[in-house]
């Protein structure tokens, strides 16, 4: 025999909702009926009755008319407030001084109500106040992000997501995002995955554009730890201590180099002024001592060495001297070298090594992670100016991916790369609180960053894994810099071993919009959310009464009013994936994210690098001449012009016109390289193709290797006639008239790719050699590194590529009525 259960069994249960009592008046009753759409069954049962009973037509239209304007003229209830686009007054915020229904300002669509279906709208402001998104694995946290991320790019605005979960499907989601409103271009990702091989990221060099208080702070986040010393004295804190200062002291030298000097910040610049003792006791020497001046040693990425730059005394400037390193600076140098081990200028070198010893325990903790940096991550961070500047990202709208390495790298890790991202961040937001205090005010306040009219988001997934202290202040000062915040997270309890409890529950206590979802923790999270769920007070029913006859339990016809919380941890852990509880203002929502399906299929792209290496003696190629069409357009509007006509928006005309429709249709296609380029191969094959006489004389000089120089295109900066160039393979002539290509073929009569032959990739077509070599051997390029940079001057068929380009620039602005 099974032994009795002893704990409730399901006809134990009171039903859902069974202890509570609706005790709303019968006017309040009949309101809420008619806002429910099924209010509209009793109208039109009386309309079928009074087909069968004409005599109750006289009656029905004396009650239907004012029933009808009931209806018709009722404001709707909404969950939040009601949308911009309704233009009428919003019920539920009133307006603080009137009391009357105030203005709808809700532009965001994050939710629907799953009792009433009716759609969610906070306004822009309601997004500044913050948000949290907390749930269980599978609960929809990425889904209520992707949501947030869809509103505000459709806003024209941007955000910055920082996954703790390492997954590339969210950068699938993001760039599906960005492409779907023509802003593929704006996007940036920081890929520390590194595992699989593959290295695509774009480049950062948080040093190059930051003063010295941030460079100083974001070194200390890196070489620091959080928990270092621990303030309990002995020789662990003094040396703490000494890293700091030697920390806080090369920060300035830093920012002193970068501008006064022009010199790269970098990693090996930096290991070299850190570890390397000799390397501060150079910058220090007396320039009336044996060694000479003042010596910086510098890391060259374009030469692929150590510079010793001689710091000789800079030009004088207003009239005031410049000295080689300011005595600031010199001063604090020498006296981090005093005061670690009792270094002694003049004294021998050799005779001081108990100096380089103390100086060895300094810096021997920085030694691991300079070795991650410039070796597992060197990709990211070994660069002199970076694809990415945080400035640039998050006052010009971008959309930043960071995706953090949480199964491949240790807890400690993984905490301090958070650590470093969000101090990164809170230094780029730094220059729009606003330093200047004089001055005109639509100047100095009103023509601030945060007066934008939409916010910019920086949402935090899985902020447990990386959390620092750094989160707090971004919280306290993002909302007046016109910023919204999402922190998503699974459990509260990563975040207090973190941050500790206090610094955890200060941040969890300032975001003013909460999405709770499912939940499992029963421990710190249950506490957290019971704490957090809104109390009012209720109406319930706290007996039954069993009837004398039957037996059966009944109501006893009588309401207890308790205060309660407004929803239960029964209703947190019961909920399905995509649905959430959403508090706010003390309201409380039972809601449904929406589940935004983005196109599955396509190919996905890194966008190109965008900056050059420092420090060329090359550089970027000039553009000497601007198309004619951009030219007047823009003179047009400098001169107050009205608006642009069509004639300015029109494309380009002629050989121009052909390629740029080549390469249209290509894109449209969204299909891998090497179909792309067999598509723009067969446009430009069927309309420039010269005839096979010319294809044979040519035959043999387009066998040979290319160069860079090749004898049918001048240098740059020379002038070419018509004459010239108009007769060049390659070059299809332009004196024909308007839109006229070699063999007769016109850009309007250009086949289709599916008209068209299905060409090969013929290496040995005149046609435009170096640009079908370049795609033919695309997947057998080498990745650009910091130790191999790419440069567009380094390829001998994008050089050909670039100055026959040119020479159709130059053919255009010759002619009396340029069309390009």
Not at 641 to 664: H, I, K, W
């Amino acid at each position: 025999m099974s032994e009795p259960i002893l704990g409730p069994q399901d006809s134990h249960i009171v039903r859902q909702g069974g202890f509570y009592r609706d005790t709303r008046r019968p006017e309040t009753r009949l309101w809420a009926f008619m806002a429910d759409p099924l209010c509209a069954i009793v109208p039109l049962c009386l309309t079928l009755l009074c087909l069968f009973i004409p005599g109750l037509f006289e009656l029905w239209l004396f009650i239907g008319i004012p029933f009808t304007l009931l209806v018709v003229w009722r404001l709707p209830l909404l969950p939040m407030r009601m949308p911009v686009a309704a233009r009428r007054r919003d019920p539920n915020f009133r307006d603080q001084r009137s009391r009357r229904p105030g203005k709808a300002t809700g532009d965001w669509l994050m939710f629907v109500d799953r009792i009433t279906r009716q759609p969610g709208f906070p306004s822009t402001g309601d997004m500044r106040t913050h948000c949290i998104v907390a749930g269980t694995t599978g609960s929809g946290k990425t889904r209520t992000l992707l949501c947030k991320q869809a509103n505000v790019v459709a806003q024209g605005s941007g955000f910055t997501q920082v996954d703790g979960k390492g997954s590339n499907s969210n950068w699938k989601d993001v760039l599906s995002l960005a492409r779907m409103h023509g802003r593929e271009a704006e996007v940036r990702v920081v890929n520390f995955l590194t595992s699989s091989g593959s290295r695509e990221t774009h480049t950062w060099n948080p040093f190059a554009h930051a003063n010295a208080d941030g460079i100083k702070n974001l070194l200390i986040t890196l070489f620091i730890a959080s928990d270092a010393g621990n303030g309990k004295g002995g020789s662990q804190q003094f040396f703490v201590d000494r890293g700091m200062d030697l920390i806080a002291t090369l920060s300035e030298l830093l920012a002193w180099i970068r501008d006064a000097r022009h010199l790269p910040i970098n990693l090996p610049t930096l290991r070299r002024l850190t570890s390397d003792f000799d390397a501060l006791r150079l910058l220090v020497l007396d320039p009336d001592s044996e060694e000479g001046h003042p010596r910086l040693e510098y890391w060259s990425h374009a030469e692929q060495r150590f510079i010793d730059e001689d710091l000789r005394a800079l030009p004088p400037k207003d009239g005031r001297p410049r000295p080689a390193l300011p005595e600031p600076i010199r001063l604090r140098i020498l006296n981090y070298m005093r005061e670690t081990g009792g270094y002694t200028p003049g004294k021998a070198v050799s005779a001081q090594e108990k100096v380089r010893e103390q100086h060895g325990y300094v810096v021997g903790g920085f030694g691991a992670t300079f070795t991650q940096l410039s070796g597992t991550l060197g990709h990211i961070f070994n660069v002199d100016i970076g694809d990415i500047d945080m400035h640039d990202v998050l006052f010009n709208r971008r959309i930043l991916t960071v995706i953090l390495p949480v199964l491949e790298n240790d807890r400690k890790i993984n905490t301090r790369l958070g650590r470093f991202i969000l101090n990164a961040i809170r230094y780029g937001l730094a220059p729009g609180v606003g330093g200047q205090l004089s001055g005109d005010i639509d100047k100095v306040i009103n023509n601030r960053f945060s007066n934008a009219p939409t916010v910019y988001c920086l949402d935090f997934d899985e902020i447990g894994m990386y959390a620092s202290e750094g989160a707090q202040s971004i919280l306290s000062q993002a909302r007046d810099l016109n910023f919204s915040t999402t922190l998503a997270f699974q459990e509260v309890s990563s975040l207090q071993d973190a941050l500790g409890k206090p610094a955890a529950d200060a941040l969890l206590s300032n975001p003013r919009l909460h999405f709770i979802m499912s939940l499992n923790d029963n421990t710190a999270t249950k506490q957290w959310v019971e704490s957090a769920a809104p109390r009012l007070p209720v109406s319930v029913n706290t007996n039954y009464q069993a009837s004398n006859v039957t037996g059966v339990y009944l109501d006893p016809g009588r309401a207890d009013v308790r205060e309660m919380p407004l929803y239960t941890w029964h209703d947190v852990t019961s909920q399905q994936p995509g649905q959430c509880i959403v508090t706010f203002y003390g309201r409380r929502i039972y809601a449904e994210v929406p589940n935004i399906q983005l196109a599955n299929k396509g190919y996905l792209r890194v966008p190109a690098n965008l900056t050059l290496p420092r420090n060329s003696e090359q550089g970027p190629p000039v553009v000497t001449t601007i198309p004619a069409a951009r030219t007047q357009a823009a003179t047009k509007l400098l001169g107050r012009a009205d608006a642009l006509t069509e004639s300015d928006r029109a494309g380009p005309q002629g050989q121009m016109r052909v390629f740029c429709d080549a390469y249209r249709e290509a894109l449209s296609l969204d299909t891998d390289p090497d179909a792309e380029l067999r598509i723009v191969y067969r446009e430009l094959a069927a309309a420039f193709r010269p005839n096979p006489a010319d294809r044979q004389q040519n035959g043999s000089k387009a066998n040979s290797p290319p160069v860079s120089k090749s004898p049918d295109v001048p240098e740059r900066g020379t002038r070419a006639s018509k004459s010239d160039t108009g007769n060049k393979a390659g070059t299809p002539p332009t004196d024909a008239g308007e839109g006229s290509t070699s063999g007769g073929v016109t850009p309007d009569a250009t086949p289709s790719p599916t008209d068209a032959a299905d060409h090969d990739l013929d290496e040995n077509d005149p046609l435009l050699p170096p640009l079908l070599r370049l795609g033919a051997r695309s997947q057998t390029l080498p990745v650009a590194t910091a130790s191999r940079p790419a440069r567009i001057d380094t390829d001998p068929h994008v050089a050909e590529i670039v100055a026959r380009l040119e020479l159709l620039e130059k053919e255009a602005a010759q002619s009396p009525n340029p069309e390009i």
